[in-house]
């Protein structure tokens, strides 16, 4: 079966840059989405196919994909940034989540 | 507006059988694969199971496969899920989510607010 690693917790400060991968093998070469869960909510897709924003989502979600590792980078990260963030891929037809990541806003 | 909710979680003992359901407005729900993802109690996303817009192709988790029956009745605009011989592992809030289009693959756009199913003796 196919893994994704995610790292468990990224901290940053408001303002700032922060950066959560999702690894897999050869994931370059498969289609990306993130998904931002806050407690207590459904998940909610920020990025899907490795870079495209769904319509509502704020400009500073950005992401990017190439060889193994996949990125989730948020410019200029706001409190209510704070959230858990999921990776997902398919392989052939069954989907795979990376284990997610806490990001913390201090 | 795209609205998805769902039915049918509570507690269950372990070897016991339920069934979800999730009733699905706002879009051409025979148009799109819809998905089951469950959260375990403080744990991340697990996908459970996938079937396309013409119910003639499903998927699983190796952890739910012959156990557990995903299907969909069009005309009722609702998606099932079936699950045989619960476990306690089985624990979790369900949740459907709407696929990208009728074929699995890509992102899920829409997700409801779960059910949850409580596996205890």
């Known amino acids: 079966s196919y893994d994704l690693t995610q790292p468990p917790s990224v901290s940053v400060s408001p303002g700032q840059t922060a950066s959560i991968t999702c690894s897999g093998d050869k994931l370059g070469h498969k289609y990306v989405s993130w998904f931002q869960q806050r407690p207590g909510q459904c998940p909610v897709l920020v990025i899907y196919?490795?870079?495209r924003r769904p319509s509502g989502i704020p400009e500073r979600f950005s992401g990017s994909n190439s060889g193994n590792t996949a990125a989730l980078t948020i410019s200029g990260t706001q409190a209510m940034d704070e959230a858990n963030y999921y990776c997902?891929?398919?392989?052939?037809?069954?989907?795979?989540f990376g284990g997610g990541t806490k990001l913390t806003v201090l | 507006e795209v609205q998805l909710l769902e039915s049918g979680g509570g507690l269950i003992q372990p070897g016991g059988s339920l069934r979800l359901s999730c009733a699905a407005s706002?879009?051409?729900?025979?148009?799109?694969?819809m998905n089951w993802v469950r959260q375990a109690p403080g744990k991340g996303l697990e996908w459970v199971s996938v079937i396309n817009g013409n119910d003639d192709a499903t998927s699983y988790a190796n952890s739910v496969k012959g156990r557990f029956t995903i299907s969909r009745d069009n005309s009722k605009n609702t998606l099932y899920l079936q699950m045989n011989s619960l476990r306690a592992e089985d624990t979790a809030l369900y949740y459907c989510?709407?696929?990208?289009?009728?074929?699995?693959?890509?992102?899920?756009?829409?997700w409801g607010q779960g059910t949850l199913v409580t596996v205890s003796s």
């Open positions: 706002g879009f051409t729900f025979s148009g799109y694969a």
């Open positions: 196919q490795d870079n």
């Open positions: 989510a709407k696929g990208w289009g009728a074929t699995p693959g890509g992102p899920f756009d829409y």
């Open positions: 997902l891929v398919w392989d052939s037809s069954t989907a795979v």
